[in-house]
């Protein structure tokens, strides 16, 4: 009746390792891409800016410093701070790798605990890289 007995259990856990290491990869990666969808929009705004001919501030037009490090802490993960010393398809491979191991950890738990403490974790971590970088410019 089950599909699961053709299985062994070493088996199942490799497949559902898998798939949560697939599915929190995508997720991650789709994460980072808007995020830097934005961090180009906000460049585009500031060049615009400075190339007009009236002086104004880029941070009460465009995005704000702090939402500029929050997409960092999302684009850059734990590299958000060290602005270009890292190439970005490092700091993608090494968030997205990161988190799926993470969600292929946590999919050997009963789905809605995988859910919630991915997110959490996830969350905290944001928080986390957010407030390095944020610091990090005022520190050298």
């Known amino acids: 009746m089950t599909t699961n ?5 070493n088996t199942l856990r490799m497949m559902r ?4 290491f697939l599915l929190a990869l995508a997720l991650i990666l789709v994460e980072i891409g808007i995020a830097q969808i934005f961090l180009d ?4 705004c500031r060049e615009r ?3 007009g001919r009236i002086v104004v501030d880029p941070h ?3 995005t704000p410093e702090i939402g500029i490090n929050l997409l960092n802490a999302l684009s850059r993960g734990p590299f958000s701070s060290t602005r270009s ?3 970005q398809i490092m700091a993608w491979l090494v968030s997205g790798i990161s988190f799926g191991i993470l969600g292929g950890f946590l999919a ?4 809605r605990t995988a859910t919630s403490i991915f997110f959490g974790l996830h969350l ?3 928080i986390l890289f957010t407030t390095i970088a944020y610091l990090s410019q005022y520190i050298t």
Not at 17 to 20: E, P, Q, S, T, V
Not at 108 to 111: E, G, I, K, V
């Open 60 to 62: 009460s037009i465009c």
């Open 41 to 44: 929009r906000d460049a585009n």
């Open 108 to 111: 050997q738990f009963p789905r």
């Open 5 to 9: 007995a053709n299985y062994s259990n």
């Open 124 to 126: 905290v971590a944001i």
């Open 17 to 20: 390792f898998l798939m949560g």
């Open 85 to 87: 010393e890292v190439p």
């Open 49 to 51: 800016i400075s190339s």
